[in-house]
């Protein structure tokens, strides 16, 4: 496997993205969309689809910049330092996985509009308040020559402003679960927005016997996962390299605080109990440093047996952005709690990042499971 | 792609060999303590096995696989490395010798030693002919190490050390001490220390062992009454032996970190639980194994991953600090966890592993304590005032 150590070109792709986010997309951003009831900018996407970001996984051939997992990593992190609000996790990284795993004409041309930055996607799996791809019940009933989608989806991150979504449903009594790709204005799909307190774009989606063809299965009937699951965990990783970059932008705050922060004549910093508090928080995100940039790693070059690398690395990054950002409001005192400073926005986040696609309690039960408990 | 070629064919050699030449009996891994190889002049081998598998290995360099074969080592690349290391686990090989000199002394004088130095004390460390202990700590300066009071005068032709250490782990085992002595009283505190080597058997040592509350004694007091040292026996500059001290710490840090696979048998935590009469049916035991798994998968990826970056020549540098803290702090649960999953079965002190869990409460005290290395990552990582 390449090395533990990021190589030159991720660090030049780290300090492109830190360069133009910091101008594009810093926290204020997010701040002015929530302030005018948005939750995303499609400027910024069209921007980001320019420099390649939007293509990362996408393959040469279908236009994209094929940069691969470690890359989208790099780009995720950056991302998460400013809380950067962007269709990359649904669109980029779920989607395109998804889609690269069926060579037909469909996907590709799919592929393309992904790429371009014409064609945005949301994925569609939870029923209950827990990420449970195994419990779905929407259902998929055959009739004549397709399916009838019958249900409801649940925290549809990206939903009420993609156009497309893949849907996980119900085919057989039995375990058969078969994804679904289908356009957001079919008829009997509807959206209901869920207001989350990331600020970002979630949705209810409810399915009333919408129809579907054979051509909208992505992969083959019965058969989801062969599809779904390398996208799944290329979404955990994009989405754990968030956390950490979430992680260290909330980090980077209360250090800076540290410093600058007087009582009883000195900085705060001068105090040994905060200082040992922000450096043991210094030594938990290197230790999940690591675990993200092995999970690229994994799904770069041994992509069918990621999942041990993929959990390790959520379960790590929920589990350090957390304390991440308690440490940060306790140690900003009463200004931590106010709206009209940053830190709140990234504990918000956080607590909606740690539940999107898998809890800490299910990714520590994968490891625990591939460990041998 | 010929790189690529090179390490399969160093492999497929040093497999044919460590397989023709690693004795059965020494195929049982790190089985615990006793199994262990220390070396130096009054070693008795466990075995006559133990002794063939150090001359065997001693002879190709693999004793110090990454030293130079000038000073005894085998001048493996990391890669190499990487790849002995798999191998030796491969056959459940144990580690043929195992010694301060190979840890801390060695690095130390790869990097400060003169020519001479290096040729007369390396070699010895490698063929396990001469066992070193490390003097540093003494009862007034434990964390505040550069308080150091040992007292160490120029005679003209020799030093006079007087003064006493204490802590020294195996002293009363050891053939030599490298040791931290003050050589310059009127100086500012880190500016007046010299790093000395001194022969254990000269006039004026003693030792006194100290029992632990694990119930072995391996370390002890030590005393120097009017120790006379020849002068070649400093290393580095003299009053300059700081420096020295600082990047001997640093590797004795990544030691001691990468030692909780070790402590804990390197076993994973769901066989651990499976083994216990509870199970995996108890919850909260359940719950800290599954985090504690979690931590030290993440942790052993770490230390790969700063092996690789020293490779690349980024150093390690003072993030040695955070791996010994979190890796010492993990092997304490670790062991808190293997108490637990037993229950009173490892009550019993002939079990084993009661001694095991209370000895992995010094990892994070010996080799600094886990609040000066907080102290150092808050200070020259984070740069925090004060
Ligand atoms: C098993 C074992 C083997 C050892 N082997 C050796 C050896 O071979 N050679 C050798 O030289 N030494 C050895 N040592 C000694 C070891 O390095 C010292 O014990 C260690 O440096 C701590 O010093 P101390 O015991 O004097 O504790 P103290 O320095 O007295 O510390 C007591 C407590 O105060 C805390 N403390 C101290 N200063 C600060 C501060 N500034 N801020 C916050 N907290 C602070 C410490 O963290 C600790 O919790 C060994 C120790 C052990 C336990």
Excluded at chain 1, 23 to 34: C, E, G, M
Excluded at chain 1, 209 to 220: P, Y
Excluded at chain 1, 223 to 229: E, S
Excluded at chain 2, 226 to 233: F, H, I, T
Aim: one cysteine or more; a negative charge.
């Amino acid at each position: 496997m390449t090395k533990l150590v990021r190589t030159e070109e991720e660090t030049l792709l780290a300090d492109a993205a830190r360069g133009f986010l910091g101008d594009a997309a810093p926290v204020s951003h997010l701040r002015a969309l929530r302030d005018k009831g948005e939750t995303q900018d499609s400027d910024l996407w069209a921007q980001m689809a320019q420099m390649g970001w939007a293509g990362v996984l996408v393959p040469e051939t279908c236009g994209g910049s094929e940069m691969g997992h470690a890359a989208a990593g790099v780009l995720a992190e950056e991302m998460g330092k400013t809380l950067v609000t962007s269709p990359f996790l649904s669109t980029a990284v779920i989607a395109a996985t998804a889609l690269k795993q069926v060579a037909n004409d469909r996907s590709k041309e799919s592929l393309k509009q992904i790429a371009q930055g014409t064609m945005t996607y949301a994925l569609a799996i939870d029923e209950s308040s827990k990420f449970q791809p195994d419990g779905t019940a929407l259902a998929a009933h055959r009739e004549g020559n397709g399916f009838r989608l019958e249900g409801q989806k649940r925290f549809v991150v990206d939903g009420g402003t993609s156009d497309r979504v893949l849907v996980l449903a119900r085919t057989g009594d039995d375990k058969s679960l078969t994804l679904f790709d289908i356009p957001f204005d079919r008829s009997g799909v509807s959206r209901v927005a869920r207001p989350m307190i990331d600020s970002r774009d979630a949705v209810d989606v409810i399915f009333d016997r919408v129809e579907a063809t054979g051509d909208d299965i992505l992969g083959s009937v019965d058969d989801a996962m062969t599809v779904l699951k390398p996208a799944l965990e290329a979404g955990q990783a994009a989405l754990a390299a968030e956390m950490a970059g979430l992680a260290s932008g909330a980090f980077e705050m209360t250090v800076t605080y540290l410093k600058e922060r007087k009582q009883f004549g000195v900085p705060i910093g001068a105090f040994q109990a905060l200082q040992h508090r922000a450096a043991h928080l210094w030594c938990e995100t290197e230790v999940t440093t690591t675990a993200i940039l092995h999970a690229g790693r994994k799904l770069d070059e041994d992509p069918g047996n990621a999942t041990l690398a993929v959990s390790l690395a959520k379960a790590r990054a929920i589990q350090t952005a957390q304390l991440a950002v308690r440490e940060g409001v306790q140690m900003h005192g009463g200004i931590g709690m106010t709206d009209a400073f940053d830190m709140g926005f990234y504990m918000k986040r956080a607590r909606v990042a740690a539940e999107w696609l898998g809890d800490y309690g299910y990714h520590a039960a994968q490891v625990a499971k591939l460990r041998g408990f | 792609m010929n790189g690529h070629l090179d390490l399969k064919d160093f492999r497929e050699k040093l497999r044919s060999w460590l397989e023709q030449n690693c004795p059965e009996e020494m195929r049982d891994g790190a089985a615990g303590d006793d199994s262990i190889c220390w070396g130096g002049k009054n070693w008795n081998f466990t075995s006559p096995a133990q002794k063939t598998w150090l001359d065997r290995c001693a002879e190709q360099g693999l004793t110090v696989p990454t030293w130079p074969k000038a000073f005894g080592g085998a001048g493996l690349s990391r890669d190499q490395e990487k790849i002995f290391h798999e191998e030796m686990r491969r056959l459940n090989a144990r580690t043929p010798l195992q010694s301060f000199g190979i840890w801390m002394l060695g690095p130390a004088l790869l990097q400060f030693g003169t020519e001479e130095q290096k040729l007369r004390y390396l070699p010895p460390i490698a063929r396990g002919e001469v066992r070193w202990c490390q003097g540093y700590s003494e009862p007034g300066a434990g964390s505040d190490l550069a308080g150091l009071q040992t007292k160490c005068e120029d005679k003209g032709d020799h030093w006079l050390v007087n003064g006493q250490k204490v802590w020294t782990s195996y002293a009363d085992k050891a053939d030599w001490i490298f040791a931290l002595v003050r050589t310059d009283r009127d100086a500012p505190k880190h500016k007046g220390i010299s790093f000395v080597l001194i022969d254990m058997e000269s006039k004026g040592v003693t030792t006194r062992p100290i029992r632990l509350i694990s119930g072995a004694s391996p370390f002890c007091e030590t005393f120097f009454d009017d120790v006379q040292v020849p002068k070649d026996q400093v290393v580095g500059t003299v009053n300059r032996g700081w420096d020295v001290a600082k990047y001997l710490l640093t590797h004795e840090r990544e030691m001691i970190s990468a030692g909780g696979a070790l402590m804990g048998g390197g076993r994973a935590l769901g066989a651990v639980l499976k083994e216990s009469e509870t199970g995996l049916s108890d919850p909260i035991q359940l719950s800290e194994a599954m985090r504690l798994e979690v931590d030290s998968l993440a942790f052993e990826l770490t230390l790969e991953r700063f092996k690789d970056q020293a490779e690349s020549g980024q150093g390690v540098g003072d993030a040695s600090a955070m791996l010994k803290y979190m890796g010492t702090e993990l092997n304490k649960r670790r062991l808190e966890m293997v108490m637990a999953a037993a229950g009173s079965d490892a009550l019993d002190w002939n079990d084993g592993r009661a001694p095991n869990w209370l000895r992995t409460k010094a990892n994070s005290i010996e080799g600094g304590t886990s609040e000066v290395m907080l102290s150092i990552v808050s200070k020259r990582v984070l740069g925090l005032p004060g």
